[in-house]
């Protein structure tokens, strides 16, 4: 792996998977002397560690640069120990910014076409003017080998992280209590949104700032504080960044019209089966095949919570059975998921997603919004309907 100082006295920022699980960390620098180092602190949610090395003189290092203004196409390189070489420069722009790679929940990454393998990571980018703008982190490749996609932790997103590591060795964040999904098109008309930006609420945890503040499954967060949310990464960003007992306002759309809600955030504390084929008979409650969703639904009664494996407190209907070219099966719904909510409707018989799809019709409505239970975990679905 590699690293860089960022203090005389000897403090080395690297990545958290370069050093995570070691017992002895040894760092070597490019004048060829060792040191053993320590571990200040790390962050496995943004890949980053700080660690401190006992030198007999200052150490000579290198200092963070703003991030936020390198443009796309600006010049950058990429400094580190590919496949232990030890002291290599690679060269190459900024090709994208905001990358979201699905390695962790604040991801912000800056792409980057400097090549960059096995052992740079941890290593500086650096702009032009030789600041570190970003730390090297991964790589996509079908080969193993650099094929020009890198990414980088942007330095802004990497200085407060490291600040409070070395201040206090492990990282605070807030904590809202919610499960949030992005507001596709489809989502956003059928909830009447003039645009696709914002976080939608799917399900809001029991005693969580969220409750308190009587947040709903179904709000769409469009501000915090003064930030605009346009999309769900925005707001588990702005809510982490944000002091544990800080009372902030929040503006949502609900029910056709925004609102305002005040939210006390809370200190984010670390950590925290297969569907039967139906029968032929559900128990008590009909089952009833509705034709626009291509599907049979059945209630949630003891039957069909053994046929399928639901939990006691499920409530809803069932999705016994689903056309594979159904507009649900379009959306990922499978058999045994749980419809709980069509629009503004609650179900709880399979007639009441009939009528409900029945109002937005009249209403001429051509998408209707339903809130799916999947093996425990809400989320929001919008379904084209056909207007009769």
């Known amino acids: 792996g590699s690293g860089f100082i960022i203090d005389a006295s000897g403090y080395i920022v690297t990545n958290n998977h370069v050093i995570d699980g070691a017992k002895d960390i040894e760092v070597t620098l490019t004048d060829g002397s060792e040191y053993p180092a320590k571990v200040i602190g790390t962050d496995p949610k943004t890949d980053l560690a700080l660690l401190k090395v006992e030198a007999e003189k200052p150490l000579p290092f290198v200092q963070f640069?703003?991030?936020?203004?390198?443009r796309i196409g600006d010049w950058?390189?990429?400094?580190?120990?590919?496949?232990?070489?030890?002291?290599?420069v690679t060269a190459g722009i900024v090709s994208a910014r905001g990358r979201d790679i699905h390695e962790g929940p604040y991801d912000d990454f800056l792409q980057i076409d400097a090549a960059i393998n096995q052992g740079n990571s941890g290593g500086p980018t650096f702009s032009t003017d030789g600041s570190v703008i970003g730390i090297n982190t991964a790589i996509f490749s079908p080969s193993g080998g650099s094929v020009g996609i890198g990414f980088a932790i942007p330095s802004n997103l990497a200085k407060p992280i490291i600040a409070e590591l070395k201040e206090q060795g492990h990282i605070d964040r807030?904590?809202?209590?919610?499960?949030?999904?992005?507001l596709t098109p489809d989502l956003a008309q059928g909830m009447g949104l003039s645009s696709d930006k914002g976080a939608l609420i799917a399900s809001v945890q029991p005693d969580s700032p969220a409750a308190a503040a009587g947040l709903r499954s179904g709000d769409v967060v469009m501000?915090?504080?003064?930030?605009e949310i346009d999309s769900p990464k925005d707001l588990s960003?702005?809510?982490?960044?944000?002091?544990s007992g800080a009372t902030v306002p929040m503006k949502i759309w609900r029910d056709g019209a925004e609102k305002t809600v005040e939210v006390t955030i809370a200190e984010l504390k670390e950590e925290v089966a297969s569907v039967s084929q139906p029968s032929d008979e559900f128990g008590s409650g009909a089952s009833d095949t509705v034709d626009q969703l291509g599907a049979t639904l059945?209630?949630?009664?003891?039957?069909t919570r053994q046929q399928f494996g639901l939990p006691e407190d499920a409530r809803g209907v069932v999705i016994a059975d689903l056309a594979a070219d159904s507009a649900l099966a379009e959306q990922g719904v499978r058999p045994g998921d749980v419809i709980e909510r069509v629009n503004d409707r609650k179900i709880a018989t399979p007639g009441d997603v009939a009528k409900a799809l029945r109002?937005?019709?009249?209403?001429?409505?051509?998408?209707?919004?339903?809130?799916?239970?999947?093996d425990g975990n809400d989320r929001f679905i919008a379904v084209q309907i056909s207007q009769s």
């Open 65 to 70: 640069g703003d991030s936020d203004k390198m």
């Open 76 to 88: 950058v390189m990429a400094v580190g120990n590919p496949f232990g070489l030890g002291g290599t």
């Open 174 to 182: 807030g904590w809202l209590g919610v499960a949030i999904q992005p």
């Open 223 to 227: 501000r915090f504080s003064d930030r």
């Open 237 to 243: 960003r702005v809510v982490a960044e944000t002091a």
């Open 298 to 303: 059945a209630p949630v009664n003891d039957l």
């Open 359 to 374: 109002e937005a019709q009249a209403d001429k409505r051509s998408v209707v919004v339903m809130l799916i239970d999947s």
